[in-house]
């Protein structure tokens, strides 16, 4: 291994050679292959004269069944983002105040499901929430509904899949934060007078606050490009970005078309890393 | 005020943690479902379709293909991302803390857009054999993992001990060998299953590199699921989970998934 030979400290050329392979990596087979599909997303639809153009964005922004897709997708974001927040960030608490075994025990059950895959889940999800799944099995017998609720290929359905497939994205980084957080903090709030109220918004919520811009900034980030809960929750019926850019390229062969959805998608993906990583820097500062 | 809060933050909790383990316990109720429709296994249990998974179609090819791949791409990722992180952590690298996020970025891509992405790329210069545009992709898919844990690893090594072997006697690849490495196998470790997991399981982007004979275990499942669910695939997942199971618990022991989660590694 040359990772550490004398003079690595010293010699900006060991420097490049190390870095060098994953560089490499880096440019040919991601900066490149990003910045082709800009330039296909740009290609004029057949049958119009060559060069670029702005067909593709004009009908995938414009048609009302392809906007739909688009706010299919952000409302599927904004939705899973909430509840994973609402659930999650009192959750951490607990985690990171629980001792030895029982932290151990919850943490399991974050990584147990985190590293499980994502098809596994939601084939869990369409068992579950079948008509004759276990859920309704559960309402009938305690007489709560008199009929079978139908959940499957529902909204519903696809945000109770989402909201468990990413709820681990979000409690992860709240509780790196929460865990470190001295309890005697608050402590002190309520010493120094401030209502347990004041004292949870006026110090731990701005202390908590980077796990928080983390958690969301992860979880609205892979939600807006879900594709696998989608396509096994509710199908057909809720076209979104990501299934759009699937249909493109995998049914219609329309590459243009795609590459433009694919360039939007990635557009709010990193909308949403940069703003959230400046309202981060922004609340240390 | 205070002990409701406690008490309500516990409630999520327990709450986050059944919601969480539900779809789990399910799958591997369903997998000794008597019947063919994944009724519970309520008065009687079968094993029959853990007998069955073998004889799924298509199967085998898939299995063999994605551990090659996640192998594979692990074990290159590794290489590669440690030794970028070396130079990132310790070296005089022009641009290091650029380089350290451009390394990190693919994971919040979406990985749908690096499928069609790689697609366009791969078919533009020519590149369709199906296997090594597999190899290839999964590279940019690993990377991030491995070059995040072991940029964070290296961060928290102390570089003295290496000037302290040297100082004792050791020549420069001993004290690499003996000193650093030891030091750092549980970032290596944590990188390698995080790694491996993101890369046998992927789906997004795989979807547009296979072809009819060259199809992963991920693509193959979903393929399943979509023509013809039964409690064969119950079995299959179960079985996915076992072995993840036994990586977390490993893991556990070896590095302590509290330092896991709270490196956020």
Same mark, same amino acid.
């Given at each position: ?105 919850? @943490?399991?059950?974050?990584?147990? +499901?985190?590293? *499980? %895959?994502? &098809?596994? #889940? !939601?084939?869990?999800? /369409? ?105 096994? @929750?509710?199908?057909?019926?809720? +076209?979104?970005? *990501? %299934?759009? &850019?699937? #249909? !493109?390229?995998?049914? /219609? ?33 | ?265």
């Amino acid at each position: 291994m040359i990772a550490l030979l004398p003079p690595i400290d010293r010699d900006r050329r060991v420097a490049l050679l190390l870095s060098g392979p994953a560089g490499l990596i880096l440019l040919a087979l991601f900066a490149l292959p990003l910045g082709l599909l800009f330039a296909v997303s740009l290609q004029a639809p057949p049958g119009t004269p060559p060069g670029p153009s702005l067909a593709a964005y004009e009908r995938l922004l414009t048609t009302p069944h392809h906007l739909g897709a688009v706010w299919n997708s952000v409302k599927l974001s904004l939705a899973v983002t909430v509840l994973t927040l609402l659930v999650g960030y009192p959750a951490s608490f607990a985690i990171a105040r629980a001792k030895g075994r029982w932290r151990s025990l919850m @943490l399991g059950c974050l990584f147990l +499901p985190l590293s *499980a %895959s994502v &098809i596994v #889940k !939601a084939f869990a999800w /369409t068992i579950l929430l079948r008509s004759s799944g276990i859920v309704n099995t559960v309402l009938l017998g305690l007489g709560i509904v008199d009929a079978p609720v139908r959940m499957i290929f529902t909204e519903t359905a696809l945000i109770v899949g989402a909201v468990n497939v990413f709820l681990p994205f979000m409690i992860l980084p709240v509780y790196a934060v929460v865990a470190q957080l001295d309890p005697r903090l608050s402590e002190a709030a309520a010493t120094l007078g401030a209502n347990p109220a004041a004292g949870f918004l006026k110090v731990t919520l701005p202390v908590t606050m980077p796990g928080i811009v983390a958690g969301v900034a992860l979880v609205s980030a892979l939600s807006v490009s879900a594709y696998v809960v989608p396509t096994l @929750l509710i199908g057909e019926r809720y +076209p979104t970005l *990501a %299934s759009t &850019i699937a #249909k !493109a390229y995998l049914l /219609t062969r329309e590459p243009a078309f795609g590459a433009a959805a694919g360039v939007v998608l990635l557009v709010i993906a990193v909308a949403i890393v940069v703003l959230s990583s400046r309202l981060a820097r922004e609340g240390r500062a | 005020m205070r002990t409701a809060a406690l008490a309500f933050s516990w409630a999520m909790a327990i709450l986050a943690c059944l919601f969480l383990l539900a779809p789990l316990l399910v799958i591997a109720a369903a997998s000794l479902s008597p019947t063919p429709v994944f009724d519970l296994p309520v008065g009687g249990a079968s094993w029959r379709w853990y007998g069955r998974i073998a004889s799924l179609e298509g199967f085998w090819p898939a299995l063999w293909l994605s551990v090659q791949i996640a192998l594979l791409s692990t074990a290159l990722s590794l290489v590669a991302g440690t030794m970028a992180a070396a130079a990132i952590v310790r070296g005089r690298l022009p641009g290091a803390e650029a380089f350290a996020a451009a390394l990190v970025s693919p994971l919040m891509m979406p990985g749908l857009v690096l499928g069609i992405a790689m697609l366009q790329y791969f078919r533009g210069i020519g590149f369709t054999a199906s296997w090594p545009a597999l190899l290839l992709a999964h590279l940019v898919i690993t990377l991030p993992y491995v070059a995040r844990t072991m940029i964070a690893g290296m961060s928290r090594f102390d570089f003295t001990l290496i000037e302290a072997a040297l100082t004792l006697g050791c020549t420069w690849p001993q004290s690499v060998l003996r000193v650093m490495i030891p030091a750092l196998a549980p970032s290596f470790l944590v990188a390698g299953l995080f790694s491996f997991l993101a890369s046998f399981d992927n789906y997004p982007v795989s979807i547009f590199l296979t072809d009819v004979r060259t199809k992963t275990l991920p693509i193959k499942m979903l393929q399943y699921i979509e023509e013809a669910p039964d409690p064969t695939l119950a079995a299959l997942s179960t079985l996915i989970l076992l072995g993840t199971l036994v990586l977390l618990v490993i893991a556990d022991r070896a590095v302590g998934l509290s330092r896991m989660a709270g490196t956020g590694e």
